[in-house]
Structures are given as C-alpha cells and as structure tokens.
C-alpha cells in the first residue's frame, strides 16, 4: 500500500478505501528513534532554528521516509502549514488540497471530501464500507477513555497515546491497532483502579516531550482528559454520518466550539485543574487567553520546544501547581466537613 501523509486529522476513511496507507507525519515524527536528529536535519534544509518542532519534524521526516503525496489541510489546521506544502511540492510530493468549511457548513465539507474521493476514483459506498468497519475500534478507544476517568483505570499516558494513533489508526494498520487495543482492554480487567488526589485535565497540541504524564503521576496528580486527542479519535460516532462526524470534530473549526467541548470535560471528569500545553513558536500560544477567561479552574501552561524529557523547570512548576490544586481540595473538604447541618441544607 502506498502512503498518503497528513499533517492534522482528516478523514481517515477515505485513505483506506482507496487502498492506501494513512500516515500521521507528526506521529511518525515523533516516533523516530532520534527525533532530534530530524530536526537537525530539517536545520541543515534550511529551516529557521525559531521555527516550530513539529513543522521541521514533518518536512523531514516526510522526505526521510519517502512519503510521496500528501493531503494539505489548508484551513483548519496551521498558520504555517501553506508555505510548508509548498516546500513539500518543491521537493517533488504531490499535494493534495483538503479543507474544513470555518462555518461548519456540512455541504462544503461533503465537497471537499468528494474532492478527495475523485483523486483516487471512489465514491461513498466503499468510503462508508471502511467506515463501519473501523466503528468497532472507535468504540473501544472510547471505552478506553471512559475506563480513564469513570473507573480510574488507564493511566494518563495510554490514554494520550490510544487516542493520538488514532489519527492514522496507528500508522495505517487498524487491524493490528485493534488487536492492541484488545489485548489493553483485556489486561484493565484486573487492574486497580487509581486513587489519585488531583485530577488533570490537558488541554492544547499534544505534547513533544516524554515523560510529563509519569512525572504527575509519581506525585499523585492523574490526567483524566486530553482534549486534543479525544477529538482526534471522533467522540461523535453515534452519527451515521460520516460528514456529520467530522462536522462536530472540534479542533479544526475556531476556539469558541473548543471551549464548549471542555467545559463539559472538566464538568463530567471532576477535573480539578488543566495544564495548557504549547508549542514554541506556534500561532495557538494565544488561544491561552481565551482559556483563561471561559474555563473557570486553575490553568498552568507550559512550553514545550523539543522532544526531550522535562526540564527542570517545567517540574518544579508542574510540581508546584499540583500542590496547590492539592491545597484547595483539602481546604474545601475541611470546609464541608465542619459546616452545620444547618448551613449544608441551605
Ligand atoms: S504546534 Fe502550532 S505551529 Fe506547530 S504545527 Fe501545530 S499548530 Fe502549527
């Protein structure tokens, strides 16, 4: 099968049934032995070192594993992603246009997905054939994330990770993938549920550095919710619609649908606090402020640039905020538990 890259979500159906290999580059990127090699390399192409990580990632990597076409999402996905398929189609790749309506307009995203159907000659039927077979699989990833937070049994990184290979059904191979997830869901069988005294919420890009999800959990904080990742695994599948489907994914369509999607999260999980994660140099710093005045709980952001472990840095302020969220749930326990009944009836 031949690969067919793409830089954010797009609507994976279409890749299989055309017969081709769907290929994440951002977790191919990530999932080479030495990322950081691949960013030297983009460096040596020519790449500014103040450009973000995941940008240089992906050309480089795009060319190193000799990926030959890839589906440009030219609004909807990143300020920076038009001058990078240029630089892709000036390196010899075929490109191929794709783009989310900014109004949600289901007859403009139908069109831009029969687009996508005419390059390869296909037509709803087999696209909805891949469909229902891959619904199976959506349903577990889902369950996978509910055992996260309604049963306290996945740990923070296998639920960033289940649901981040599902952009691509773990580098095109959605069978191989479900057998995975299978033999994950098998294990939570007898596994203990976790009794940590903060729940996270993550919120943003996903991360490029290793190790966050480990570091929070030795000391007692557990992230409950990726907002970012959950999206990437469709939540809304109990439409029949696959353009419904991908109407109501949230990340590509503006802030204020995001914002809704996480309150809701925080509501539902018991999220106590969020961590905002961004990347240097990219446009979504700002969404930060948005955050900050609609959520409504404690936000920490951090910046990550490269794929390195923690610096010390952003442990002793992950550390810190922990601390606090720590604080204010032992203060509101406290609080309840001396008020009168009089004054917890009121
Ligand atoms: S992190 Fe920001 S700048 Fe980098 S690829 Fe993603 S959206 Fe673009």
Redesign the pocket.
């Given at each position: 099968m031949s690969a067919v890259g793409f830089?954010?979500t797009v609507p994976v159906e279409i890749i299989l049934a055309a017969g081709k290999r769907p290929v994440d580059l951002?977790n191919l990127f990530i999932g080479q032995n030495r990322p950081l090699e691949v960013l030297e390399e983009a460096e040596r192409l020519g790449f500014p070192t103040q450009?973000?990580?995941?940008?240089k990632g992906?050309y480089a990597v795009a060319q190193r594993e000799g990926i030959r076409t890839i589906i440009a999402v030219d609004w909807g996905?990143?300020?920076?992603?038009r001058v990078?398929m240029e630089l892709l189609e000036l390196a010899g790749m075929e490109i191929l246009p794709f783009s989310y309506p900014a109004d949600r307009d289901s007859r403009i995203l139908r069109q831009q997905m029969e687009r996508l159907m005419a390059r390869w000659n296909i037509g709803w039927e087999e696209v909805n054939v891949v469909k229902d077979e891959l619904d199976p699989l959506r349903r577990k990833l889902h369950r996978i994330d509910e055992l996260t937070w309604r049963a306290n049994l996945v740990d923070g990184y296998h639920n960033h990770l289940f649901l981040v290979q599902s952009t691509d059904m773990r580098g095109g191979d959605p069978v191989g993938f479900e057998k995975e997830v299978d033999g994950y869901l098998a294990q939570l069988e007898s596994a203990i549920p976790f009794q940590e005294e903060v729940r996270l919420g993550y919120i943003g890009?996903p991360p490029i550095w290793e190790g966050l999800h480990d570091y929070l959990e030795a000391f007692g904080a557990r992230i409950v919710y990726h907002e970012v990742q959950r999206q990437f695994s469709l939540p809304s599948i109990s439409s029949a619609d696959l353009v419904e489907r991908y109407r109501c994914y949230t990340y590509p369509y503006g802030i204020w649908g995001r914002v809704r999607d996480i309150q809701e999260e925080i509501a539902k999980r018991e999220i106590q606090g969020l961590i905002h994660y961004?990347?240097a140099?990219?446009?979504?710093?700002l969404e930060d402020i948005i955050f900050r005045q609609c959520l409504g709980v404690p936000i920490l952001t951090v910046e990550g640039d490269k794929p390195i472990c923690l610096d010390m840095r952003t442990k002793t302020r992950l550390e810190a905020f922990v601390e606090l969220l720590r604080g204010r749930k032992d203060s509101t326990t406290l609080l309840s538990a001396h008020q009168s009944p009089k004054e917890t009836s009121q």
């Open positions: 830089t954010t951002n450009t973000c990580s995941w940008i992906i996905d990143c300020s920076n992603s990078l890009v961004v990347q140099f990219c446009f979504r710093q």
